[in-house]
């Protein structure tokens, strides 16, 4: 069961503006992190923020959650083409054991 | 970079067959996870494990079995390979003692295809 959404699935900027991607969630969380896949490659972790945490920087990269609206948002700033990659948010599962993963959104930044 | 190797990196092979993808870590971790992503479901967990001989079943575990005899290697094997079953296969680790409250480090994948 999918426990983290992504929204948008795809997301295209070009280079220098800032790129938002939005998480939901469905059950409490201990925890909620973000991550980025490129093209061929393994995910990458990026940002863990805990539940009892607001905001989360990292960079360029800021992370808020809203426990109460069981959301979170992943804010890149000032893109770079670089950072063209598929991102996803995972949380705990209800045991703490395992990461659920969303499906992801695709962005493309373009020169 | 996490000491992750998944191998082999790609493999094609028949229906009914049996495969066995391989996941080995440098990092002494207690976690690990094999996940399948594939188009429109994202990364799915099939089976992961919290120690040697310890694991349990994911959202995705029919057809799929696992084990671990040594802390740095953890084994997927698909018993009767099915065409359903063609994904790419990517393995993780966590530093985590309980599992799921830190990061988890992702190998590079193994592309399976099953004719």
């Avoid at chain 2, 790609?10 to 066995?20: L, Y």
Wanted: with cysteine; hydrophobic share 25%; charged share 20%.
């Amino acid at each position: 069961s999918q426990q983290g959404e992504e929204d948008p699935q795809a997301l295209s900027i070009q280079e220098g503006e800032n790129a938002t991607m939005n998480c939901s969630y469905k059950t409490s969380i201990n925890n909620l992190q973000w991550y980025r896949q490129n093209s061929g490659r393994g995910l990458v972790h990026l940002i863990l923020i805990r539940s009892n945490e607001r905001e989360k920087h990292s960079g360029r990269l800021r992370v808020t959650l809203d426990t109460s609206k069981k959301s979170s948002s992943l804010l890149i700033t000032a893109s770079r083409a670089a950072d063209t990659a598929s991102y996803f948010c995972a949380t705990d599962n209800q045991a703490g054991t395992a990461l659920i993963f969303g499906k992801g959104t695709t962005l493309s930044v373009s020169s | 970079d996490a000491g992750i190797t998944q191998s082999p990196r790609h493999k094609v092979t028949e229906t009914g067959t049996p495969v066995t993808l391989r996941c080995h870590q440098t990092e002494n971790h207690r976690y690990m996870y094999w996940y399948r992503q594939d188009p429109g479901h994202g990364l799915r967990l099939i089976h992961y494990s919290y120690g040697v001989k310890d694991t349990d079943k994911g959202e995705v575990s029919d057809g799929y079995s696992v084990s671990r005899s040594k802390t740095e290697d953890f084994l997927l094997t698909l018993e009767s390979a099915t065409s359903s079953q063609t994904s790419v296969y990517f393995c993780a680790i966590s530093e985590s003692t309980t599992g799921g409250n830190q990061p988890q480090h992702f190998g590079d994948g193994t592309r399976l295809s099953i004719l």
